[in-house]
């Protein structure tokens, strides 16, 4: 069964930083991108980045450029969002999902909660 | 960048109901692949609190395990996804999602309510 659990969000102030992490299990990690996807309160679906099986090609949201960096672990089927310099509007339910550009997001995890407040 | 112009933003449905959701591409979205042409658009079902659950791949193919009420249609910049008789567990919020290039896009998703 395929499995992604995130972790890692929580209460943050505005300029401060978190580290999400998405465990993944039931498929070949290194065989597929994935990707993170945010919702804000009240607002739709919103695509941050995504990453190439074999981490050599990373993409970000115009949005998130330069504060975000996802990288990923292929022995420890582990993918994470690093987020610097957070702001209130940054403030969402994280996912990450298997799939990117080449293969459409097919298995999401339940997300994790950041809010960025003072 | 392309847009993803989702339509309409919310909708009021009945059990039994045909529901009809659109999404307009702002550009062509095909993805001519020698003898096989792509069409790099999906449909997501996302109820509150749980992960969002992909419907439909490839504009028009039903993902495994979702009920065949579920359709979807289209090409080139015009979407659809179709509900044939609403059910009780359909009411959720619905997206489309295009994944010709980056950035991936979201339409702005469509309230199916009672």
């Known amino acids: 069964e395929v499995q992604l659990l995130e972790s890692g969000g929580g209460l943050v102030q505005p300029g401060g930083s978190l580290r999400l992490s998405c465990v993944v299990s039931?498929?070949?990690?290194?065989?597929?991108?994935m990707t993170w996807v945010r919702q804000a309160p009240g607002k739709g679906l919103e695509w941050v980045s995504s990453?190439?099986?074999?981490?050599?090609?990373?993409l970000y949201a115009e949005s998130v450029k330069g504060r975000f960096t996802i990288s990923r672990d292929n022995f420890r089927n582990t993918l994470w969002l690093q987020m610097n310099s957070l702001r209130a509007e940054d403030t969402a339910v994280y996912y990450c999902?298997?799939?990117?550009?080449?293969?459409?997001?097919?298995?999401w995890g339940q997300g994790t909660l950041v809010t960025v407040s003072s | 960048d392309i847009q993803m112009t989702q339509s309409p933003s919310s909708l009021s449905a009945s059990v039994g109901d045909r529901v009809t959701i659109t999404c307009r591409a702002s550009?062509?979205?095909?993805?001519?692949l020698g003898w096989l042409q792509h069409k790099p658009l999906g449909w997501y079902q996302h109820k509150p609190g749980?992960?969002?659950?992909?419907?439909?791949?490839?504009?028009?193919n039903l993902q495994s395990g979702v009920p065949s009420r579920f359709s979807g249609s289209g090409s080139g910049t015009e979407f659809t996804l179709t509900i044939s008789s609403l059910q009780p567990e359909d009411f959720a919020t619905y997206y489309c999602?295009?994944?010709?290039?980056?950035?991936?896009?979201f339409g702005g998703g469509t309230k199916v309510e009672i």
């Open positions: 990453i190439s099986n074999n981490a050599d090609t990373m």
């Open positions: 550009q062509d979205i095909r993805n001519d």
């Open positions: 039931g498929f070949t990690f290194n065989n597929y991108a």
């Open positions: 999602l295009q994944h010709r290039s980056y950035p991936l896009t």
């Open positions: 999902a298997r799939g990117a550009q080449s293969l459409l997001p097919d298995y």
């Open positions: 749980k992960a969002p659950e992909r419907l439909i791949y490839g504009a028009s």
